[in-house]
């Protein structure tokens, strides 16, 4: 499909992460937002999309769908309520691409998993399972360094509770947040299961929630088979990464407040102990952006032939 523009409609604009891909939408060259869907607004105004201030969202029902002119749904869904919408989708057109923002697709090998700096998405993929935050900060830190180590990797994340979702629950309570880090879900997270699946088997996980809105800390804690320093360490990290436009490396520890509101990783911290071989790398996103909304954009661009497109980067860090 060879075209100047390409129709995207939105399933879920509502929540955090709709929200980001509405905003990001308004600087891409290639895609037009030409519909969004959603419960709760249907028949209001799509706010923040100033390509087309008078566009209205249509009402989210997957019996009642209808899709004219677009080429590209983006499912930006709660876990477990896309497979309705996606087998609409093929009932309406094939070729539409689809895709999905929750992890209803990640373990399905007809999808294809990818977080843009590690996987090639062929041109013409036409069902795109985008990863989950968490294990987006994780692969990015833990890929560099696949093949120095056989043993276990330990993270330890922090997110904000933006990653909980917009619906209310204990990890977005204020009151239960205030003062306070909740550590949740402390085996077998999905994001753990994620990352096993698709970049390291012998990994252990434990997320935690803080009080802050948005951003991810991650640090991971690697045995390396042989010993090594900081600065080889460092090195193998800028050259994994050259040429990755929205992947910043640094010797110091990076902080969430580096990353909020831009669509970079930054990775670094770099730190051993003194036998050489106990190494602690740190990486930091943006839970909504990087972890979940750019990479949408990132992925869809790699399937239309787009390149990386320079409307994603920004002078923030």
Known sequence: ?????????????????????????????????????????????????????????????????????????????????????????????????????????????NWFYSIPELHNIPRGANKISNPGCYAT??????????????????????????????????KNNPKILENNILPYSLTNHTHEKEVKRHCFENLSFTPHVAEFFRGILVTSHFSLDQKTSESEVYEIFKNFYKNKRLIKIDKHAPLISDVINTNYASIGGFSLDDDGKNLVVCSVIDNLLKGAATQCLQNLDAAFGLGESLYLEDTHI
Not at 143 to 157: E, I, N, Y
């Open 1 to 109: 499909m060879n075209k100047d523009k390409y129709n995207i409609a939105l399933l879920g604009g509502r929540g955090y992460v709709g929200q980001e891909i509405i905003k990001l939408l308004n600087d891409h060259p290639s895609f037009n937002l030409s519909m969004a869907f959603s419960k709760s607004l249907a028949g209001k105004n799509v706010e923040g999309y100033i390509k087309n201030i008078n566009l209205k969202y249509s009402h989210l029902s997957s019996e009642s769908l209808l899709l004219p002119d677009i080429d590209i749904v983006i499912c930006a869904l709660p876990n477990g309520e896309s497979l309705d919408f996606v087998n609409e989708i093929e009932k309406i057109n094939k070729k539409i691409v689809i895709i999905d923002i929750g992890s209803d697709y990640r373990f399905d090998d």
């Open 137 to 170: 900060a994780m692969q990015l830190a833990i890929a560099p360094l696949r093949s120095l180590t056989k043993s276990k990797v330990s993270c330890v994340g922090i997110s904000g509770y933006s990653g909980a979702g917009s619906t209310p629950n204990d």
